[in-house]
C-alpha cells in the first residue's frame, strides 16, 4: 500500500486515478507521495520513504527543489495543464487595461437611487471611459511556453500584432506558434517596441525585476503591463512611479500586493489564473499519473529537478531506478552492479543524474553503496 499525503484539495477526478494498492488524504501518515498546490512546504521535514512530490500546478516556488534533489525525492509540475484558463484570463486582463471597464462598472453603481435619470447620466459621463482598441497594437510576450503560445497565438486572432522572446523555447513549442508572431533576440527588444506587455516566465534570481524602473524608461508611453506569472518580476515602485508619471498607462497583475491595491490605473486580481474547475481537473489528472508512473515504473515525467528518462518494462526483468550524482565513472560502477542488463537509458540534469536498467542480478544493495548514490529501488 502506497501513501499519498494532499496538502491542498486534489480533484477527486485525478485521485481516483491512483487505484487499489493507494492511501490518500490530508491526514495521511509516513508518505510515499504528497500532492500539493499552493501550501509552503520549505519548513517540511520529509521521511525517507518520501519518493515524489507533484505540484498540480506549473509554478514549484513552494517546494524545496535543492533539497529533494539531495534526498532523492522527484518534483512534478503539470505544464500546459492550466494554460488554457490563464490564457483566457490574460485576454480577459488585456481588454480591461484598455477598455476602462472595471472603472466604469464602478461608477455605474454609483447611480443608482436617481431612477429614470440615470439613462441620461450615463450618456453624459461615459466619456470619461474613453480606451483604445487593440486592434492594429502590438502585444510583447516574454515567455513562449505553454501559457505565452496560447496567449500569442490568440492576440493574432484577435488582430494584434505580437512580438516575443523565449531563449529556451523547445521546437515543438516553436511549431505550435503562429508564423506571424515575430521572434525578437532579446526581452528588451520586445518590451522596447509593444503597447502591451505580458510576462509568462518563472521567478528565479535572473528574472526577479525583470521589469524595473530602467527598463521602463525605455518603453513606449502609455504601456500597459500584464503580469499573470509571479509577484516580483514587476518592480512594484518603480511600475507605481511609472503610473502616476502617466509612462504606464495600467497594471494588471494576478498577484496583489498592499502596494499595489486601491492604487489608479492598477487592477489587482486574487490569483485567479488557473482557478476553473477544468484547470483543476486536469492539474490533478496529470499530477496523480505522473506520481503513479514514477512510483509502479521509476518513468519521470515533467519533474523540475531530474531529467525526464521513461523506459518500456523489460518482461521478466527486474528494474533498477538509480539516482545519483552525475559522474561518468560512477555511472560506470553502477553498470557493473546491475548484472546482466536488458535495457537500460541514463540522462542528467545538472549535477544530478537518474538511470533505470532492466536486468537480471542486479546488485541493488551494491549500488546503494557507491558513493555518490542518492536513492535506489527495485520494482
Known amino acids: 500500500m502506497y501513501n499519498v499525503l494532499t496538502l491542498n484539495k486534489i480533484a477527486a477526478v485525478g485521485t481516483s486515478r491512483l487505484g487499489e494498492g493507494y492511501s490518500y488524504g490530508d491526514d495521511v501518515q509516513n508518505p ?20 515524489a512530490i507533484a505540484r498540480a500546478g506549473a509554478g514549484t516556488n513552494n517546494i524545496p527543489k535543492d533539497k529533494c534533489t539531495e534526498q532523492g525525492i522527484v518534483v512534478f509540475n503539470t505544464p500546459g495543464a492550466n494554460a488554457n484558463a490563464v490564457k483566457e484570463l490574460v485576454l480577459t486582463g488585456l481588454l480591461l487595461s484598455s477598455r476602462k ?3 466604469g462598472i464602478e461608477w455605474a453603481k454609483t447611480l443608482k437611487g436617481n431612477g429614470d435619470a440615470v439613462g441620461k ?17 502590438t502585444l510583447g510576450v516574454i515567455g513562449l511556453g505553454a501559457i505565452g503560445i496560447l496567449v500569442a497565438n490568440a492576440a493574432v486572432a484577435l488582430g494584434m500584432k505580437v512580438v516575443g522572446f523565449d531563449p529556451f523555447m523547445s521546437v515543438p513549442n516553436a511549431l505550435k506558434l503562429n508564423p506571424h508572431v515575430k521572434l525578437l533576440k532579446s526581452n528588451e527588444e520586445v518590451m ?55 509612462k504606464v498607462a495600467k ?47 521509476g518513468n519521470i515525467i515533467n519533474s523540475v529537478n531530474l531529467p525526464a528518462v521513461s523506459l518500456p518494462r523489460t518482461a521478466g526483468a527486474q528494474r533498477i531506478c538509480v539516482i545519483h550524482k552525475n559522474d561518468g565513472e560512477l555511472s560506470k560502477a553502477i553498470l557493473g552492479k546491475a548484472g546482466s542488463v536488458a535495457a537500460m537509458v541514463t540522462k542528467a540534469r545538472g549535477d544530478y543524474a537518474y538511470t533505470i536498467i532492466d536486468a537480471n542480478g542486479a546488485d541493488a544493495d551494491g549500488i546503494k553503496a557507491l558513493d555518490g548514490v542518492v536513492r535506489v529501488r527495485s520494482l
Open 32 to 51: 510515499d507521495a504528497i500532492l500539493v498546490r499552493s501550501a509552503a512546504m520549505h519548513d517540511m521535514e520529509f521521511g525517507d520513504n518520501l519518493l
Open 192 to 246: 522596447t517596441s509593444c503597447d502591451y506587455l505580458t510576462i509568462h516566465v518563472p521567478l528565479t534570481p535572473d528574472t526577479k525585476d525583470l521589469v524595473d524602473a530602467d527598463m521602463i524608461a525605455k518603453m513606449k508611453d502609455g504601456v500597459r503591463i500584464l503580469n499573470y506569472s509571479r509577484d516580483g518580476l514587476v518592480n512594484t515602485d518603480a511600475v507605481l512611479d511609472a503610473l502616476k508619471s502617466g
Open 101 to 103: 471597464v472595471v472603472e
Open 251 to 297: 497594471y494588471v497583475t494576478d498577484f496583489g500586493n498592499d502596494k499595489v491595491l486601491c492604487e489608479e490605473n492598477v487592477i489587482v486580481l486574487p490569483h485567479l489564473g488557473a482557478s476553473t474547475p477544468e484547470s483543476e481537473d486536469n492539474c490533478a489528472v496529470m499530477a496523480c499519473d505522473q506520481v503513479k508512473e514514477y512510483i509502479e515504473n
Open 121 to 137: 447620466m450615463v450618456e453624459k459621463g461615459k466619456s470619461q471611459f474613453v480606451g483604445p482598441e487593440i486592434t492594429g497594437k
